[in-house]
């Protein structure tokens, strides 16, 4: 049986800032629907190697293909420009922590900005769009809502539906959950969890082990800058091989007191 064709490759990727080495050879290939969480402690270079994915973090050394993109890094290689950079950005899609809507604009119009400014619908297009999806994330009370108006949790949900109005092939999340309150979480994961069920390839960055166990097909422990170990959920989180790997997870699972 022939593998699914990759969505994304990531491959030998160096960032460095200054002196510091963030990854030092990271790799990554995700397949068509695929749902891949990265796990590791702060600072092992998860969340630079999820940006360098779309590039929002230029790779110093190394390649990215995602789909028909394909980009090479390294002596000899010109980075980039942003026309370029523009077509990735459109097809693989990411949500931040922090949510970073125009608190201007309500939520519709916060999702209709992309698809009329850059992909060209009209705005009563995208306007139907936009009620969908706000619709999909459960806010479809929300429409004329301004950001200020709305919860962390909501404004997140906002926020992975502006991702989804450009249609992208990969959804990249880094951290969706941390900045908010704990009793809004839940809301937010609900939404990535339906979203795993209908098939969209994800790729997550996130401290919530249960959810990670829950909704992906393969976890990879990033250390020190590379990908240390990846495999099934229930093989990384059941027997773990890595010894940082193992001592990571037994802090998680440490009974409080």
């Not at 119009?109 to 769009?129: D, K």
């Not at 999806?133 to 962390?152: H, I, N």
């Not at 839940?186 to 082990?209: F, K, P, S, W």
Request: net charge neutral.
């Amino acid at each position: 049986m022939n593998a699914r064709p990759a969505t994304l490759s990531a491959t030998g990727i160096h960032k460095s800032y200054g002196s510091f080495q963030v990854l030092k050879g990271a790799s990554l290939t995700v397949e068509r629907g695929d749902v891949v969480t990265l796990i590791g402690a702060s600072g092992s270079g998860k969340s630079t190697f999820l940006r360098c994915m779309n590039l929002l973090e230029l790779p110093q050394e190394g390649t990215l293909v995602a789909g028909r993109h394909s980009f090479a890094f390294g002596k000899g290689q010109k980075a980039p420009n942003d026309a370029a950079l523009a077509p990735l950005r459109r097809d693989v899609g990411m949500v931040f922590q922090h949510f970073n809507l125009f608190p201007h604009m309500t939520a519709l119009r916060n999702i209709m900005e992309g698809p009329v400014q850059v992909n060209g619908m009209t705005p009563a297009e995208a306007a139907e769009l936009g009620r969908d999806l706000l619709a999909k994330v459960g806010l479809a009370d929300k429409a004329d809502a301004f950001p200020a108006k709305l919860s962390g949790g909501q404004k997140q949900r906002v926020a992975i539906a502006r991702a989804l109005a450009m249609k992208p092939d990969v959804m990249l999340f880094d951290e969706v959950t941390s900045a908010l309150d704990p009793e809004l979480v839940g809301e937010v994961l609900n939404v990535v969890r339906n979203l795993a069920v209908e098939g969209m390839t994800m790729i997550l960055v996130t401290h919530e082990m249960a959810f990670a166990a829950d909704v992906s097909h393969r976890v990879g422990f990033m250390n020190d800058g590379v990908l240390a170990e990846i495999g099934p959920a229930e093989e990384i989180f059941r027997r773990p091989q890595h010894p940082r790997l193992v001592s990571f997870l037994e802090r998680f699972n440490r009974p409080a007191g």
